[in-house]
């Protein structure tokens, strides 16, 4: 049975189906939650700008977005949304989908924390990104009506601390990797969340190079 929140139908393909039992069993409720309100928020975004875009895709983009800071799919020194990103690439190539659209998909997760970028970008970037930014961020909260968040909302809960709940799982996907925040918002995390970090300044690497001049 196909699911419609907020008047919008989650793909029921096989591979669909199948990114959804993946990530139910690989993500705790916060970011499996998080995930699905994420392809709600994009695919509404998408209807009320006029896009065409694949829900399939979107979905695809909006459920890997975050497997990147779980143990499964974390590698020990790659930005958390690469790693997410690789595991959309290798999930959708396992389904036979076309190069371009491993493409797309690819790009979204891996941009998904890259503010002011992605939506320049082909749809299913441009909207993987709205998602999140409107789930983590409010941004365009009121863009979308009582009915839709509600609808969302009842359906994939946010609980009582989605916004600290989020942040902890931002650091503990990113604070064994340090390195890999900088020039990313994920810096601000470990500036809040360990006493140990040390933010990198780029300026400072500028002036330290082995040019002369």
Request: proline share 4%; net charge negative.
């Given at each position: 049975m196909t699911d419609i929140v907020a008047g919008v139908a989650v793909p029921d393909s096989a591979m669909a189906r199948a990114a959804?039992?993946?990530?139910?069993?690989?993500?705790?409720?916060?970011?499996?939650?998080?995930?699905?309100?994420?392809?709600?928020?994009?695919?509404?975004?998408?209807e009320r700008r006029g896009l065409r875009f694949d829900p399939e895709l979107l979905y695809v983009g909006a459920m890997f977005h975050d497997m990147g800071l779980t143990g499964a799919y974390a590698s020990p020194d790659l930005r958390f949304e690469v790693d997410g990103a690789n595991a959309a690439r290798d999930f959708l190539a396992?389904?036979?989908?076309?190069?371009r659209e491993v493409e797309d998909v690819?790009?979204?997760?891996?941009?998904?924390?890259?503010?002011?970028?992605?939506?320049?970008?082909?749809?299913t970037i441009a909207l993987v990104?709205?998602?999140?930014?409107?789930?983590?961020?409010?941004?365009?909260?009121?863009d979308f009506s009582h009915a839709q968040r509600d609808?969302?909302?009842?359906?994939?809960?946010?609980?009582?601390?989605?916004k600290e709940g989020i942040i902890d799982a931002f650091?503990?996907?990113?604070?064994?990797?340090?390195?890999?925040?900088?020039?990313?918002?994920?810096?601000?995390?470990l500036a809040l969340k360990d006493p140990t970090y040390r933010r990198v300044n780029f300026c400072s690497l500028i002036l330290a190079s082995d040019w002369r001049s």
């Amino acid at each position: 049975m196909t699911d419609i929140v907020a008047g919008v139908a989650v793909p029921d393909s096989a591979m669909a189906r199948a990114a959804t039992e993946l990530v139910r069993e690989t993500e705790d409720d916060l970011l499996y939650h998080h995930s699905r309100r994420v392809f709600f928020w994009g695919a509404l975004t998408g209807e009320r700008r006029g896009l065409r875009f694949d829900p399939e895709l979107l979905y695809v983009g909006a459920m890997f977005h975050d497997m990147g800071l779980t143990g499964a799919y974390a590698s020990p020194d790659l930005r958390f949304e690469v790693d997410g990103a690789n595991a959309a690439r290798d999930f959708l190539a396992s389904y036979g989908v076309g190069e371009r659209e491993v493409e797309d998909v690819w790009t979204a997760i891996a941009l998904h924390t890259t503010p002011g970028v992605p939506e320049h970008m082909r749809p299913t970037i441009a909207l993987v990104t709205a998602g999140v930014e409107m789930d983590v961020l409010g941004l365009a909260y009121h863009d979308f009506s009582h009915a839709q968040r509600d609808h969302v909302c009842a359906c994939h809960p946010r609980g009582d601390h989605f916004k600290e709940g989020i942040i902890d799982a931002f650091a503990r996907g990113t604070i064994g990797k340090p390195a890999t925040t900088f020039g990313n918002v994920k810096a601000d995390v470990l500036a809040l969340k360990d006493p140990t970090y040390r933010r990198v300044n780029f300026c400072s690497l500028i002036l330290a190079s082995d040019w002369r001049s």
